[in-house]
């Protein structure tokens, strides 16, 4: 047996493709950037946010991505509450930010990762985004008002439908199991066909 | 060529653990800023913000709902293959509870710098790799520290009880030609011819016929051309077989590498070649070489008195001479010696060391004064000087001028000097081991070789 060899090499494991820890957080920073200047566009609060996210990437130990998250959604407050792809983008952006941080949290920096880890994460995010979208597309048509003032659907609209909701949720809670006239009439329960 | 040792079947090594789980500080952020958003867009009329608080909070019902489940169990198990081409092979798996997405897998090989590798977590299953063998002996080959996490990081356990794996890797044995020999033989049997009159090997003189010889050996030719008066005979003597009795005494007390950067250091991973790499080298291949040849080796380790095997001869002895090589290590508790150990009388010394203290030259003179012929074997690697400073290098120089001093010194006192390790500029170690094995009467009364 030969052993005299030179040094220990690492990467002993053969896991197949691998991205580092740090491309992770390069991809955090490039994201925030992003819905940074998706909602302030390009003037200071876009560097003020890559900064953000920048210092979030570097020490995620101090939760500053939920900083970046708040920081980016009080951007969407200077813009009309209106359904525009703009939006839809920093719907999903956030979301992102959330996920990505949520890994920076608990990857060691210098680790490297599976590309595989993140297959049920993706699977997951695009399994909650693809609903959220259309109910987000779905409320902004209906509720977001236009330009001239004008509610599609008034607050009163909104009532209506809240009630009948919560109409059928009664009814689907409450009937089967003690508010129903079978369960409380003795006869009724007699009544029933004999299994035997 | 090497000798299977116990440690080398396939052992797999398991641990089970039941992970505890702490939520993330992430999940806990996600939560307030849901809330945030959600009362923020209530407050102020904007359903952009409430809405931009939804995914977070499918987000985090979707975490918690599809949090691991506590009690269960995780297994991992590490499996090592037959050393193979300088490398071992091996096999790493992980059964673990429902809900765990992802392995957090560090790895630290030989003592080095650790490595960390995140592992999908449904799909960990046989992952393998190989781990160079850069030493043998005793050793601590991979060292694996793991830790689960749950969905999207949401939840993570502790580290687990470590995945060890140590083994002892068998010496590379060289093939020696010439074997030195003691300054006396002893037995009638054996493979190397003594200077005796005997039975066995090949023609040693002619001698005028004594009472015991044989009659066959009478040389009738010889007795015909020196005969003077008719009683006398002139037999044919052959010369007797004998064995040797060798003693290799292998001094682990230090394990310093070939680079000097890393002597303070001294770990595996980095260090080159080592000077007990290349001690148990040396002791296994003599050892090897001397019970093939039919005689009888000793072997005694300086730094413990457990490891000390009486002299014999046969396979049988080999294997345990062998296995005594192999697991010599050094000891952190210094062993101070009363008296040297004892040597069989006429026996042929070895005494492999690094030279870098007295203790070893000390023992080799007192053995030689005693009438052995004593051999040193320098086994310190020659040195590389990768990544030192200015004052190693000058430590470094110094520490040899004192090491060449105690070579000078024991080398004029009849100790003869073998180095091992082959270097490019030296003479070979054969040429060295022929010279040492050439007949030694009378040169060893100056004693300088």
Not at chain 2, 149 to 168: I, Q
Not at chain 2, 373 to 390: E, K, S
Request: aromatic content about 6%; charged content about 20%; some cysteine.
């Amino acid at each position: 047996m030969k052993y005299f060899g030179a040094e220990a090499t690492p990467g002993l494991m053969r896991t197949g493709a691998r991205v580092p820890v740090m491309a992770i957080r390069a991809v955090f920073v490039l994201v925030g950037t992003l819905m940074s200047l998706d909602v302030y566009g390009a003037n200071g609060w876009l560097v003020v946010g890559a900064v953000f996210a920048l210092a979030a990437a570097i020490a995620p130990q101090f939760l500053l991505a939920w900083g970046v998250i708040i920081f980016l959604a009080i951007g969407q407050l200077t813009h009309h509450a209106a359904l525009s792809w703009r939006f839809l983008v920093l719907l999903a952006g956030l979301h992102l930010i959330h996920v990505i941080s949520l890994w920076t949290l608990e990857l060691p920096w210098r680790a490297r990762v599976q590309i595989t880890v993140f297959t049920h994460g993706l699977v997951r995010f695009l399994a909650i985004q693809v609903p959220v979208q259309l109910v987000a597309v779905l409320l902004l048509s209906l509720l977001a008002p236009r330009a001239s003032g004008h509610r599609p659907v008034t607050i009163a609209a909104c009532a209506v439908v809240g009630a009948a909701a919560l109409a059928v949720l009664a009814v689907r809670f409450a009937g089967p199991q003690g508010g129903g006239p079978a369960a409380s009439n003795p006869r009724a329960r007699d009544s029933r066909p004999s299994r035997s | 060529m090497s000798v299977p040792s116990p440690h080398s079947r396939l052992t797999p090594i398991s641990r089970t653990s039941v992970p505890t789980w702490t939520r993330s500080a992430g999940l806990t952020a996600g939560g307030i800023v849901a809330i945030v958003l959600a009362t923020g867009g209530l407050l102020l009329g904007r359903i952009d913000l409430a809405l931009l608080a939804l995914p977070h909070i499918v987000a985090l019902a979707w975490t918690r709902q599809r949090r691991p489940a506590t009690g269960a169990v995780s297994e991992a198990t590490l499996t090592l293959r037959e050393p193979r081409d300088s490398e071992i092979e091996f096999t790493l798996a992980f059964d673990v509870p429902t809900g765990v997405e992802a392995v957090v897998v560090r790895s630290t090989v030989l003592g080095g710098d650790t490595n960390e590798i995140v592992l999908a977590a449904p799909v960990v299953r046989d992952v393998t790799g190989s781990i160079p063998l850069l030493h043998s002996g005793l050793q601590e080959l991979v060292r694996f520290e793991y830790r689960f996490l749950g969905t999207d990081a949401g939840a993570t356990s502790p580290p687990a009880e470590s995945l060890v794996a140590t083994r002892v890797i068998s010496p590379a044995r060289a093939r020696v030609a010439s074997l030195p020999l003691p300054l006396r033989l002893r037995g009638l049997t054996g493979s190397h011819e003594s200077a005796r009159a005997g039975d066995g090997g090949d023609f040693r003189d002619i001698h005028p016929f004594a009472v015991g010889d044989r009659l066959r050996r009478i040389d009738w030719k010889t007795t015909a051309r020196r005969g003077q008066n008719p009683g006398d005979l002139y037999v044919r003597r052959t010369s007797a077989l004998s064995d040797a009795t060798v003693l290799i005494v292998l001094d682990s007390r230090d394990d310093v590498g070939e680079q000097v950067a890393q002597w303070t250091s001294n770990i595996a991973a980095t260090k080159g070649v080592s000077a007990l790499d290349v001690a148990r080298e040396a002791a296994s291949s003599l050892a090897t070489a001397y019970i093939q040849a039919g005689d009888r080796v000793g072997f005694q380790d300086l730094s413990s008195r457990n490891r000390m095997v009486a002299h014999a001869g046969g396979h049988r002895h080999l294997r345990q001479l062998l296995r005594a090589i192999e697991v010599t290590q050094p000891s952190s508790i210094p062993y101070r010696r009363a008296r040297p150990p004892i040597v069989p009388p006429g026996a042929l010394v070895y005494v492999l060391s690094s030279l870098l203290d007295d203790e070893a030259v000390r023992l080799a003179l007192r053995w030689r004064v005693t009438g052995h012929r004593v051999v040193v074997v320098d086994v310190l690697p020659a040195a590389r000087f990768a990544r030192t400073t200015r004052a190693e290098r000058l430590a470094h120089r110094i520490v040899v001028m004192q090491r060449d001093d105690r070579i000078r010194a024991f080398r004029q006192r009849g100790v003869e000097y073998l180095r091992w390790p082959e270097e490019d500029n030296v003479t070979s170690r054969r040429a060295r081991l022929q010279i040492l094995s050439r007949p030694t009467r009378g040169a060893m009364a100056g004693g300088r070789r």
